[in-house]
């Protein structure tokens, strides 16, 4: 079976900088974030025909003189075991390659990393591991999101954790909990969260955090963690 690629954003500056990149994106999650923003790629996925990887692989062939990383996200691209092959033939093009991930299957991101098929791995943090079940909107094996944040921090690989902060989800006394798991991370996206095109409608009309309450946040984690920036 083919990996269900059912997006490509043909050229970004933002998902994999300083490189210019493409982006594509997976249909299917095992979350069901009330704020995730692609909900045509986790409902009615059919109703989108997967882009074949014989366009997908012309396309990386064509613009190989242009981009240079090529950025799986989705949806969540782990959920795939095709995902490996396929990352394999995107590297052969001499593409470097990113991925988005919610962290819960640690098991193919062991094999992605022992294999150097990944050049960055940006991975989500939902909230404190108490309040996962709630903001992922499933009930979340913590042990596997525990040993993916484990794996990337001790992997020598190219890696981020990201959070959106999504008022009701996550308050300031959270941040410490996040802080103390998560101490001696590399890097962690502190990120504002969009009250637009939500997957369940209910969080449009939630607020969004102030940007002085997200520098609140970032401050904390600052005692734990090397470098921690906002993304407004
Ligand atoms: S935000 Fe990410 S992890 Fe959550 S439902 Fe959307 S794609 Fe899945």
């Not at 079940?133 to 690989?157: N, T």
């Not at 959270?174 to 103390?180: A, N, P, S, T």
């Not at 309450?213 to 005692?223: C, P, Q, R, S």
Request: hydrophobic content about 35%; glycine content about 6%; some cysteine.
């Amino acid at each position: 079976m083919a990996l269900p690629i059912k997006g490509l954003q043909k050229t970004s500056l933002l998902d994999y900088s300083p490189y210019t990149s493409c982006v594509m994106f997976v249909s299917g999650c095992n979350f069901r974030c009330g704020f995730c923003h692609n909900p045509d790629l986790l409902v009615e996925v059919d109703k989108t025909p997967i882009i074949s990887e014989k366009e997908i692989f012309s396309f990386l062939e064509k613009r190989k003189k242009w981009l240079e990383g090529v950025v799986i996200g989705g949806g969540e691209p782990c959920l795939y075991d095709e995902l490996p092959l396929f990352i394999r033939q995107v590297k052969d093009f001499g593409y470097k390659v990113k991925i988005y991930t919610n962290g819960s299957n640690p098991t193919m991101l062991k094999d992605l990393i022992n294999d150097n098929l990944v050049d960055y791995i940006a991975m989500d943090i939902k909230g404190s591991l108490e309040k996962y079940d709630k903001a992922a909107g499933v009930k979340v094996d913590k042990e596997k999101i525990k040993e993916s944040a484990k794996l990337l921090m001790d992997s020598g690989v190219d890696y981020e954790f990201r959070m959106t902060c999504v008022p009701g989800l996550v308050e300031k006394e959270d941040f410490e909990e996040i802080g103390r798991w998560l101490k001696g991370a590399k890097r962690f996206f502190v990120q504002q969260f969009r009250n637009k095109s939500c997957l369940d409608s209910s969080f449009e009309k939630i607020e969004p955090f102030s940007v002085e309450k997200l520098e609140e946040f970032k401050e904390i984690l600052e005692k734990y963690i090397d470098k921690v920036e906002i993304r407004a």
